[in-house]
C-alpha cells in the first residue's frame, strides 16, 4: 500500500541551528501538508501546499519556516533558526486529487528535539 | 470557546463493548468531519470521513455528524484490543485544501 515517508525519523539540534525535515508524499497526490504535534497537545496545521506554491499557512508558520518541492518526489519543511518551542513532532501528508478535504495520508513523523 | 472539543480521557472499556467518541465543535464553517486513529508515536491514519450531516457506516465503525447542535461521534461495535489508540476528530470547511483542525483525542484502551 503506497504511503507517506519521512526522514528524519528523529532529529536531536542546538537552538538557533537550521534543520530540514524530508517527506516523500503517495506518488500521484498533488497536495500536501505539514502538521505539528507538540508532546500532549493536539495536531496543529502549519502549511498546505498545493501546485509548486503555499495555498494555506497558520499563524505558527512564521518568517522562520519554508517550504520545499525540490524535485518531483520530495517535500522539505525548513527550519531557519530553531527554538526550544519547535520541538515537536512533525508530520506530512497528502492528499489526491480525487480525495475529498480531510482525506489525507499521513507520514509516521519527524521528532524534532531542540536543546 | 475551543473551536473543536473533544474529551481526552482516558477511556477503558471491556472487549466486546460499545464505544462512543465525541466531539463539540463551534465553528458553522466546517463542512467535512473525519476520525483518525493514532496509534502510538505513530501519524494519525483516516479512519471515517463525513461530508455535512448524516450518518456513515464502515463495518464495526459508524460515524454520526448533527451540525444543528454541532456535534460528530464515532461508534465502534465489538470493539477489540486493536482498537486501542488515540482517536482524534478533525474538521474542515469547504474545497480542495482546507486546513484540518483537530481535536484533542481520546486515549483509548480496549480490556481483553
Known amino acids: 500500500e503506497p504511503e507517506v515517508t519521512q526522514t528524519p525519523s528523529h532529529q536531536v539540534t542546538q537552538m538557533g541551528q537550521e534543520v530540514i525535515l524530508r517527506c516523500v508524499p503517495i506518488?500521484?497526490?498533488?497536495?500536501f501538508y505539514w502538521y505539528r504535534q507538540i508532546l500532549g497537545q493536539k495536531v496543529e496545521f502549519l502549511v498546505s501546499?498545493?501546485?509548486?506554491?503555499?495555498?494555506?499557512k497558520s499563524e505558527i508558520f512564521d518568517d522562520q519556516f519554508s517550504v520545499e518541492r525540490p524535485d518531483g518526489s520530495n517535500f522539505t519543511l525548513k527550519i531557519r533558526s530553531t527554538k526550544l518551542e519547535d520541538s515537536a513532532m512533525y508530520f506530512c501528508?497528502?492528499?489526491?486529487?480525487?480525495?475529498?478535504?480531510?482525506?489525507?495520508?499521513f507520514g509516521e513523523g519527524s521528532r524534532l528535539t531542540v536543546l | 470557546q475551543k473551536e473543536v472539543e473533544q474529551d481526552p480521557g482516558p477511556l477503558s472499556v471491556p472487549e466486546g463493548a460499545i464505544v462512543s467518541l465525541n466531539c463539540t465543535y463551534s465553528?458553522?464553517?466546517?463542512?467535512?468531519f473525519m476520525w483518525y486513529r493514532q496509534y502510538s508515536r505513530k501519524g494519525p491514519e483516516l479512519l471515517m470521513y463525513t461530508y455535512s450531516s448524516g450518518n456513515k457506516e464502515d463495518g464495526r465503525f459508524t460515524a454520526q455528524v448533527d451540525k444543528s447542535s454541532k456535534y460528530i461521534s464515532l461508534f465502534i461495535r465489538d470493539s477489540q484490543p486493536s482498537d486501542s489508540a488515540t482517536y482524534l476528530c478533525a474538521m474542515s470547511g469547504n474545497f480542495g485544501n482546507e486546513k484540518l483542525t483537530f481535536g484533542t483525542g481520546t486515549r483509548l484502551t480496549i480490556i481483553p
Open positions: 465553528n458553522s464553517a466546517f463542512q467535512y
Open positions: 506518488s500521484n497526490h498533488l497536495y
Open positions: 501528508a497528502s492528499r489526491s486529487t480525487r480525495g475529498a478535504a480531510g482525506e489525507l495520508f
Open positions: 501546499f498545493y501546485n509548486n506554491e503555499i495555498s494555506e
